[in-house]
C-alpha cells in the first residue's frame, strides 16, 4: 500500500487567492521556559488545500460540518487533463469514465506550472464541464488549483457544483499519474463557509 | 458501510485546555457586498481533535507534516476503559488484544461525563500504560479527552508515547461502541508542534 499526500502544506509564504489572508503561526509556549512547545494558527477557510460549502455561495446555507462523510472517502480517479488547456468542459469529460458516487480529481496544466506565485490565468471547469460532472451524479470533485472558477468571473461554476457534490480545492497533484485511487479527505469539523483539509491517495 | 464521526465541533465556546487560546472565527467577505461569504479561524494547535508531534515536547523535534501517513489510516480497536477509572494503566491494557501496526483508540469515563466544561480530573493514560502501548508497537493511539497524560503533572507520558507512536487526543467517542472498525485521521499539513484533525471511523 502506497499513500501519497495532495495536500499543500501550510506555511505564512504560500500561495493564496488574491483577497485571501495569508496564514500566520505564533509560538506561545517553549519548551525551554514552559516545558512545552505551544502555537497557534490564524487562516483564511479557503487557504491550500479545502473544501468549499453552501455557504460559501448562499446566504444562511450549510456549512462544511453538515458535508456528507460518505463524500470524503471512496474510489477515485485521477483524470489527466493536463493537455487541455485552460477550460476543462463537458467535451473533455466525456471521453473518461466518470459515473456516479465516484470521486473525480481533475490534474490539468496547473500541476505543470506550480504554486511559486498566484496565475489568474489557472486552468479550472467551465459551466458546461461542471454542469456534466452534475449530471453525472459525481460524489465529489477536486481540483488542482485555488478555486474551480475562472479568475475574477463571478460564481456560475460554484453554483453548479457546489450544491450537488463535495468540493476539493487546491489539491497538490504534481506528483500523482492519472489513473485510478482510494481518496481520503478530510476537512475540519467547523460550520463555515469553507476549511482546510487534509487530502492523500491510496495507490491499489 | 457506515461512517462515524468523531471529532470535535471547532467552535468558539468549545472546551479547551487551560491556557489554550479559545477558537475565533471572523467573516471578512458576505454573499450580499461581496458575492461570497468567506471567514477566518484563529485556533490553538492543541485545540478539540488534534495530534501532537515532537516539536510539542523537543526543542527542534519534528513538526506535524513529518508524522507517516501510514499512522492516519487502518485497522482500528477502541477499547471500553470506561470501568477503569482515571488511571488507564498496563495492567488494564493487557487484558485485550493491543498489538503491531494497530490503531488503538481508548474509550474512558470522560466519554460518559461529556465535554460541557473543563475537568482536571480527566481519565488518562499513566506512564506504565504508555509504555505497554509503545512495546507492543501499536501506530496510533486516540483518547477521548484534550490530553493523553494526567492534569498539571509533567509531560513523563507524552515523552514516552510521542516518539514511538501518532498521538491523537480530543476524540468524540461516546457515540461509540467499543469494537473493530477502519480509522481514518488527517491532521492539517503543518510542521507546528501539533494540529487540528479531523477523524471518522468506518464500521465493518
Redesign the interface.
Known amino acids: 500500500?502506497k499513500?501519497h499526500?495532495i495536500?499543500?502544506?501550510?506555511?505564512p509564504d504560500m500561495l493564496v487567492y488574491p483577497?485571501?489572508?495569508a496564514p500566520r503561526?505564533d509560538?506561545?509556549?517553549?519548551?525551554?521556559d514552559d516545558?512545552?512547545?505551544?502555537?497557534?494558527?490564524?487562516?483564511?477557510?479557503?487557504t491550500?488545500?479545502h473544501v468549499d460549502a453552501r455557504?460559501?455561495?448562499?446566504?444562511g446555507?450549510a456549512g462544511v460540518?453538515e458535508l456528507p462523510?460518505?463524500s470524503?472517502?471512496g474510489p477515485c480517479v485521477v483524470l489527466d487533463m493536463t493537455r487541455h488547456g485552460r477550460q476543462i468542459t463537458a467535451e473533455h469529460l466525456k471521453n473518461e469514465d466518470v459515473h456516479k458516487d465516484l470521486i473525480v480529481l481533475l490534474k490539468t496544466e496547473n500541476s505543470l506550472k506550480g504554486y511559486d506565485r498566484f496565475r489568474e490565468d489557472y486552468a479550472h471547469l467551465t459551466a458546461d464541464g461542471a454542469a456534466y460532472l452534475a449530471k453525472q451524479q459525481v460524489k465529489t470533485v477536486g481540483v488542482d488549483y485555488l478555486s474551480v472558477e475562472p479568475f475574477e468571473s463571478?460564481?456560475k461554476v460554484h453554483l453548479t457544483l457546489v450544491p450537488a457534490m463535495t468540493v476539493f480545492e487546491g489539491l497538490d497533484l504534481r506528483d500523482i499519474s492519472a489513473g485510478k485511487y482510494i481518496f481520503?479527505?478530510?476537512?475540519?469539523?467547523?460550520?463555515?463557509?469553507?476549511?482546510?483539509?487534509?487530502?492523500?491517495l491510496?495507490s491499489p
Do not use: C, W
Open positions: 500500500m499513500i499526500d495536500s499543500m502544506l501550510i506555511h483577497g485571501n489572508p503561526i509560538q506561545y509556549k517553549n519548551v525551554q516545558g512545552i512547545n505551544e502555537s497557534s494558527l490564524f487562516l483564511g477557510m479557503h491550500g488545500t455557504l460559501h455561495i448562499e446566504k446555507g460540518a462523510l460518505e470524503f472517502y463571478g460564481m481520503l479527505g478530510l476537512p475540519l469539523r467547523i460550520n463555515t463557509d469553507g476549511a482546510p483539509a487534509r487530502a492523500i491510496i
